[in-house]
């Protein structure tokens, strides 16, 4: 499958997971939407973009388990994130919940609403190794009478831990509490019912595990909070009607989420375009398959990694799908990364969490078992060549 | 020079200012850029986008004549009106000055910044016909002990008139008012020296009438500024380093501006790659003689159709670079609108202000005095079906 995709074939690529890689036909469709608006800039963003776009996210919904009008396209997670963090009005006093696991730009967003709101971010350690049934327990263990937001992501960054979200997003909801998950790995990587899952607001990426252009993700929110949610860029969308510029009033969708959230100024909306072309290109490709054998060459490795550094892992087999961190022995991390690259040509990311250190394994259709193999070979030479150093 | 472009050689194409239009080989390089990204994603977005933005500003700022470290890139200027006005800590009471004549996106932005802040917004009337020597007298007539800033369009949406807006500049930093330009439609437009307009803040799109890909803008941030300025989409740049994942501090660039404002969530950042080879297209084809050619063509319309009309421009020569508002009798604009592009294949924009209807009117380098001509008799054709209409 590697031919199907655009990456070097002279790299080891096993990151998928920081920015996702995009097979050929899907970058075609993407570059050939570019050139169809170059021919006609005004009648593609300004007359016929909303139609487009809700033709789009049609697919998308359904791929999602989700009804189209509770969603629009963002450029990405970290947008969606900033985006509802500062709709969500906060006091001061108001506590968001979270984890130690979160990603560091999220973090970064709530601490920077909380900062000027008075609010607090809170997040609640989960231990490594991982133990799924105790992460309701734990998170709850957490709420206060103050708690108004709590923050998860489905699928964890430095760690590529699958948190188990649903019975929290039930116990929030009866209790009152927002709940926002940053399903930045999560579409195209596991299942997905947006509607029976109930989180208040989800956002997510296509550019990652569905393989769509970069810059393509998602905010899905349930219909009681649409009206609470302004953009990130406030536009055209906030009139009644474009004033002073005739004919162009379609052009901001129809309903309030559109209006509010999907015209951000002029710019390429071919990425949320070419999302339909990456979710037929996986069902072309049986891809509930691929997603098994890439999770059993993950867990494969993650094994054969094992019992050479003599290290456990800091999850169960159910707890991650293609994207698994494998512990590490203490050593300098940037000294080991730049190995991988320099010496092995292995793009994969070195991760840590707390004193922990790993690589993280992403796993994607394109990668073979040689890939595995390269890998597996790499960290043996790695380990043998510190043997004694501390 | 019109196969250059890509636009619909089947169309009359006289709306360069609502989005631009590039050129072929500027779309090219897009491309080139997307497709470079996709051989390695991690090493272009994680390793090497700080520095390729870079060198792409840098060319960018001396075409602004602006210094690259007060320069930014953004998807348009809408994002940059917001950043603004988003960081400027607004307080009760505070008043934003500016005309009758801005963009309604970004009268949005600023409504929507003044309700949540309880300052208000305070657009003056600004009459026409334009009378640019008494820009600065009714502008300034508007300052009160409580403005704190004066935002203004360089060159405005619907009426296409040029602000002279560097003495306001002079006159709002003696008297310790913060100065915000919409330069939207500038950049490309007219000449540009930022370093010596001295606006505090000034955002632009090159993607107008620099013909660079959509979706690229700038802010220009004078430094005594840089550290109030904050990001719609807070990021890893907030971060002291980037925790938990080794090798990517580098990312969100060196100085304080480009930490905060560079990195915005994974995204194609190509558009702004591209931007110096739009530069290098308009040096290569002699641009400033274009822009004369074009300025000469615009004006000769107008002329030609006021003949017809009977009506009086709004604007002089001096007031208008290559879009100028061609005044229309009473009718309905959205039939207006229509009949131009269903029965003639014209894509211009009809607008107005306050009582006013106009054509507005673009000529970019790919137009001819045939797109002129066939605007001419368009309108003359209409006029004379409507004859003893009111």
């Known amino acids: 499958m590697k031919e199907l995709f655009l990456l070097d074939p002279d790299l080891v690529f096993l990151n998928h997971g920081s920015f996702g890689a995009c097979p050929r036909e899907v970058m075609q469709e993407y570059q050939r939407w570019q050139m169809e608006m170059e021919r006609n800039p005004v009648e593609f963003l300004g007359r016929r973009s909303a139609e487009l776009l809700a033709h789009s996210r049609a697919l998308l919904a359904k791929t999602l388990g989700a009804n189209p009008e509770n969603l629009v396209y963002l450029p990405n997670s970290t947008t969606g994130v900033n985006t509802v963090a500062r709709s969500l009005n906060l006091q001061s006093g108001d506590e968001v919940l979270s984890t130690d696991h979160e990603y560091g730009a999220c973090d970064n967003a709530w601490n920077f609403v909380c900062q000027r709101s008075g609010a607090r971010y809170v ?30 992501s489905h699928i964890t960054s430095t760690t590529g831990l699958i948190f188990p979200i649903a019975e929290l997003c039930r116990r929030a909801r009866d209790a009152g509490i927002l709940t926002v998950i940053d399903g930045a790995h999560a579409p195209g990587h596991i299942p997905l019912v947006l509607n029976s899952l109930g989180a208040d607001f989800y956002t997510g990426n296509c550019h990652k595990w569905l393989c769509a252009p970069k810059g393509s993700g998602f905010l899905h929110v349930l219909p009681q909070h649409h009206d609470k949610v302004h953009a990130a860029v406030v536009s055209w969308g906030y009139s009644a009607s474009i004033t002073g510029h005739t004919g162009f009033d379609a052009y901001t969708g129809a309903t309030l989420l559109e209006r509010r959230l999907q015209w951000q100024g002029t710019r390429d909306i071919s990425a949320f375009l070419s999302v339909p072309q990456a979710i037929r290109f996986q069902a072309a490709h049986n891809w509930d398959r691929v997603r098994q054998r890439c ?58 969490h ?32 510190r043997k004694g150093n501390p």
Chains 1, 2 share one sequence.
């Open 295 to 352: 999770h059993a060459l993950a867990a494969q490795t993650l094994q054969r990694i094992g019992d050479m550094t003599g290290l456990s892992p800091v999850c169960r087999d159910d707890d991650f799908a293609q994207m698994v961190v494998i512990p590490m022995p203490p050593m300098n991390p940037q000294w080991l990364k730049d190995t991988l690259f320099d010496d092995y040509r292995i793009e994969i990311p070195v991760t840590s």
């Open 123 to 152: 997040p609640v350690e989960i231990p490594l190794p991982f133990e799924a049934a105790e992460f309701t327990r734990r998170v709850w263990a957490g709420v206060t009478p103050r708690t108004r937001v709590i923050f998860l």
């Open 354 to 385: 707390r004193d922990r250190l790993f690589i993280r394994l992403s796993i994607q259709g394109y990668n073979t078992t040689a890939d595995a193999d390269a890998l597996v070979k790499a960290v043996g030479e790695i380990l043998e060549s």
